[in-house]
């Protein structure tokens, strides 16, 4: 169950809800695993919370849609059932009454004004910390990564942050990482990395490193030990606490991308560009129904530029305007 307050040992922290620009948020968002109490989560749009329920509400109970949006509205007005309904009405007036219940406390949604943004926390040593953010030329990709860090709240622990990639060292994307870390920031271009970068003991434990657009580098045989000690990173990172980003065009490139596919935590997903990725994430990873996929996708590009998908317990996809649980 989502709710604003830790209620059990055992919950999760999975986001804050900030108000438009601000920098302090005004609530957390939890998970409580295995709850079976009334939902603290209300939304005051029925109608597109079932959107994904509609047809098969209407095939099941043989209703128009004009009966459907009766249904809703009663629900909506929290109406007990209408003794005037028949018996299918009744039936499907439980049915959706049972369905809103659980929707409230798998799905959180906010108005406008207000924003969802990741707790995004490495700071337990030997965890898993892989994410890998896939996504079109412009759409966003380092801004996000260079901003999630910075929300870290182990950030200044860091010993070393180490940027790896084509991108050149005064990419404006990573300027406020940079000016933040100062001297423990370095850049490394993939055209000239030192023979030690290549062995794990190079790297300090704890440090964050990101790998943008290695795949970007034109020499064969550079681009190819770059991506093989990516490959390495990603197996054994978690033994020494590293923190791992890596950025990509293309989800399904199997010999670039199918290690940080398999091994990441959080997959950063651009739907505006590229929603494709997103439906088939939802399709083969999470085994969703077409039409179900598809009210989702136009809820998210509504909602914003960027979804986060939890690929680990508790598993979840947030966009700037909703968390659902998976």
């Known amino acids: 169950m989502l709710s604003f307050e830790r209620v059990t040992k055992k919950d999760v922290k999975l986001a804050h809800v900030f108000p438009d620009e601000s920098k302090k948020f005004v609530a957390e968002l939890w998970y409580t695993p295995k709850f079976t109490g009334d939902s603290q989560i209300v939304n005051d749009d029925y109608m597109t919370l079932l959107r994904d329920e509609k047809m098969r509400v209407l095939n099941d109970y043989g209703l128009s849609v004009a009966e459907f949006e009766m249904l809703v509205r009663d629900l909506q007005d929290t109406k007990p059932v209408n003794p005037d309904y028949d018996r299918n009405l009744k ?106 970068m290549y062995e794990m003991s190079f790297y300090p434990r704890g440090s964050c490193i990101i790998f943008d657009d290695i795949s970007s580098e034109s020499d064969r045989k550079r681009k190819q030990a770059v991506l093989l000690m990516r490959e390495r990173m990603l197996s054994i990172c978690r033994h020494k606490s590293l923190r791992i980003w890596s950025t990509e065009h293309q989800f399904f490139n199997y010999r670039a991308t199918a290690k940080m596919r398999n091994n990441s935590k959080y997959l950063f997903i651009f739907p505006r560009a590229i929603p494709k990725t997103f439906l088939d994430i939802l399709e083969h990873t999470f085994s969703w129904k077409r039409n179900k996929r598809n009210a989702a996708l136009k809820l998210v590009q509504a909602d914003g530029r960027l979804v986060v998908f939890s690929l680990m317990y508790p598993q979840f996809f947030m966009s700037p305007k909703r968390l659902v649980l998976l």
């Open 91 to 196: 039936k499907c007036y439980l049915d959706l009454q049972q369905t809103i219940a659980n929707k409230l406390k798998r799905e959180f949604t906010l108005d406008d004004g207000h924003i969802l943004k990741l707790n995004f926390d490495t700071s337990k040593p030997r965890q898993n910390n892989i994410i890998s953010a896939f996504g079109s030329p412009g759409c966003g990709k380092s801004h996000s990564v260079c901003h999630t860090i910075l929300t870290d709240r182990a950030l200044f622990h860091y010993p070393k942050v180490f940027l790896i990639g084509s991108v050149g060292e005064d990419d404006p994307s990573y300027e406020p990482l940079k000016k933040k870390m100062g001297a423990k920031y370095e850049y490394h271009n993939t055209a000239d990395l030192p023979a030690e």
